[in-house]
C-alpha cells in the first residue's frame, strides 16, 4: 500500500472519540431492544419511543457518542422503523454500531453465540442497513474470543487463535465491503478470554492478519457476581496487556441478572462504575451503558432513577472518569 493511502486508511480508522480523550471516555448506550429476547423475556417496550424528537432524554442524547443495535433487530424490524431510527441518529449526530456475529460456522457453532451462522449472514445485513440509509460508524464483534477459541461446550468451534483470525477477517470485509474502512470494536467476556498472555497472543495475531484493519479497541464484558474468578483479580492484568499491545479497552457498566427490580439494577450499576474506577486506574476510551437482562424494564424518561438513560446521566454527573461527559 502506498505511503498516502495507507495513512488515509489509518485516518478514517481513527474512531470518533479520540478527539476528546481530555473530555473522558465517549459513551455508548446499548438497551434491550423491544423484541422478545432469546431468553424468552421482553423489556423496554418504550424502545421505540427513543427515537421520536420529543422522547425525554435530551440530556442523556446530549452525552451518546454512539448507540448500539444487534443484528438480529436489524434483520427483522419493519423498513419504516429502522429508517426512522437511523435518521434519528443521524440527525442528533450519535453514531450507529451494528453488533455482528463474526466467527464463521464451519461444521460447528449452531446455536452458539457470536456465530455467523449462514455464509452470506454478515453481507445481507450490510446490505440491508446501506439500502435503509444507515450511516453505520462501527461493526462491533460478539466475543469472539470467548466463543470461537475457548468455548468448548456444545456446537464449539474451539478454532485456533489464527484460524479464528482469518476466519473474523473474512468476515469483516464482507461488512466492509458495503461500508469500506469501517473500525471494529472487539467485545469479549472479562472471565473468558484466558490469561493476559492468551489474550495478547490474539492481539498480536488480529495485527498480524488484519493490519491496519485490527479493531481499535477491545471492550470488557465483566461477570461482576462470579465469585469464583473476582474481576477485581483478573481484569486489571487484562486491561494492561490490551494497552501493552498497542490497542484501547472499553467497559460495560451493567447490573447484574440476580437484580430482583429496575431499581436494583441501577443502583448495583452505580456501584459497579464506582468500584471499577476505584480498581482500575487506566481510563477506558468508551464506556457502554448496556442491558441484555429483565431489568431495567425500561428506557424512558431519563428523570426517573429506574431507567437506562437515567444511568447514563448519573454516570456523566457522578462518575470521576466521566469528566461530564460531552
Given at each position: 500500500?502506498?505511503?498516502?493511502?495507507?495513512?488515509?486508511?489509518?485516518?478514517?480508522?481513527?474512531?470518533?472519540?479520540?478527539?476528546?480523550?481530555?473530555?473522558?471516555?465517549?459513551?455508548?448506550?446499548?438497551?434491550?431492544?423491544?423484541?422478545?429476547?432469546?431468553?424468552?423475556?421482553?423489556?423496554?417496550?418504550?424502545?421505540?419511543?427513543?427515537?421520536?424528537?420529543?422522547?425525554?432524554?435530551?440530556?442523556?442524547?446530549?452525552?451518546?457518542?454512539?448507540?448500539?443495535?444487534?443484528?438480529?433487530?436489524?434483520?427483522?424490524?419493519?423498513?419504516?422503523?429502522?429508517?426512522?431510527?437511523?435518521?434519528?441518529?443521524?440527525?442528533?449526530?450519535?453514531?450507529?454500531?451494528?453488533?455482528?456475529?463474526?466467527?464463521?460456522?464451519?461444521?460447528?457453532?449452531?446455536?452458539?453465540?457470536?456465530?455467523?451462522?449462514?455464509?452470506?449472514?454478515?453481507?445481507?445485513?450490510?446490505?440491508?442497513?446501506?439500502?435503509?440509509?444507515?450511516?453505520?460508524?462501527?461493526?462491533?464483534?460478539?466475543?469472539?474470543?470467548?466463543?470461537?477459541?475457548?468455548?468448548?461446550?456444545?456446537?464449539?468451534?474451539?478454532?485456533?487463535?489464527?484460524?479464528?483470525?482469518?476466519?473474523?477477517?473474512?468476515?469483516?470485509?464482507?461488512?466492509?465491503?458495503?461500508?469500506?474502512?469501517?473500525?471494529?470494536?472487539?467485545?469479549?467476556?472479562?472471565?473468558?478470554?484466558?490469561?493476559?498472555?492468551?489474550?495478547?497472543?490474539?492481539?498480536?495475531?488480529?495485527?498480524?492478519?488484519?493490519?491496519?484493519?485490527?479493531?481499535?479497541?477491545?471492550?470488557?464484558?465483566?461477570?461482576?457476581?462470579?465469585?469464583?474468578?473476582?474481576?477485581?483479580?483478573?481484569?486489571?492484568?487484562?486491561?494492561?496487556?490490551?494497552?501493552?499491545?498497542?490497542?484501547?479497552?472499553?467497559?460495560?457498566?451493567?447490573?447484574?441478572?440476580?437484580?430482583?427490580?429496575?431499581?436494583?439494577?441501577?443502583?448495583?450499576?452505580?456501584g459497579h462504575i464506582k468500584a471499577w474506577e476505584a480498581t482500575v486506574k487506566a481510563p477506558p476510551d468508551h464506556v457502554m451503558i448496556q442491558s441484555w437482562h429483565r431489568f431495567p424494564e425500561t428506557v424512558l424518561p431519563e428523570t426517573k432513577p429506574v431507567t437506562l438513560t437515567y444511568l447514563v446521566n448519573w454516570y456523566c454527573d457522578n462518575a470521576a472518569i466521566a469528566k461530564g461527559c460531552k
Open positions: 500500500m502506498r505511503a498516502a493511502a495507507r495513512v488515509l486508511v489509518l485516518m478514517l480508522q481513527i474512531p470518533a472519540w479520540a478527539n476528546r480523550a481530555a473530555a473522558g471516555p465517549a459513551v455508548w448506550l446499548a438497551p434491550v431492544d423491544d423484541m422478545v429476547t432469546p431468553a424468552g423475556f421482553q423489556v423496554d417496550q418504550d424502545y421505540q419511543q427513543l427515537f421520536q424528537d420529543d422522547a425525554p432524554w435530551r440530556h442523556a442524547l446530549s452525552h451518546l457518542g454512539a448507540f448500539e443495535m444487534v443484528r438480529r433487530y436489524v434483520t427483522t424490524q419493519p423498513e419504516p422503523n429502522l429508517q426512522r431510527i437511523f435518521s434519528f441518529l443521524h440527525d442528533h449526530n450519535v453514531a450507529l454500531g451494528v453488533t455482528f456475529g463474526m466467527v464463521p460456522a464451519r461444521s460447528c457453532g449452531d446455536g452458539v453465540e457470536g456465530t455467523a451462522h449462514r455464509p452470506d449472514e454478515n453481507t445481507l445485513t450490510a446490505r440491508r442497513l446501506k439500502r435503509l440509509g444507515a450511516d453505520v460508524k462501527y461493526i462491533v464483534m460478539d466475543e469472539p474470543l470467548t466463543f470461537g477459541h475457548f468455548f468448548h461446550g456444545k456446537n464449539a468451534c474451539a478454532y485456533t487463535m489464527e484460524e479464528l483470525a482469518a476466519g473474523i477477517a473474512g468476515e469483516i470485509n464482507k461488512v466492509r465491503d458495503v461500508f469500506p474502512n469501517i473500525p471494529v470494536v472487539d467485545v469479549e467476556a472479562g472471565s473468558g478470554v484466558g490469561t493476559p498472555a492468551e489474550l495478547g497472543q490474539w492481539l498480536d495475531t488480529l495485527k498480524k492478519v488484519l493490519g491496519d484493519g485490527a479493531p481499535i479497541s477491545v471492550r470488557f464484558d465483566i461477570q461482576w457476581e462470579l465469585r469464583s474468578m473476582p474481576w477485581q483479580e483478573i481484569t486489571p492484568p487484562l486491561v494492561t496487556a490490551v494497552l501493552q499491545h498497542g490497542y484501547r479497552y472499553g467497559i460495560i457498566f451493567d447490573g447484574t441478572p440476580g437484580d430482583r427490580s429496575s431499581e436494583e439494577w441501577i443502583r448495583t450499576a452505580e
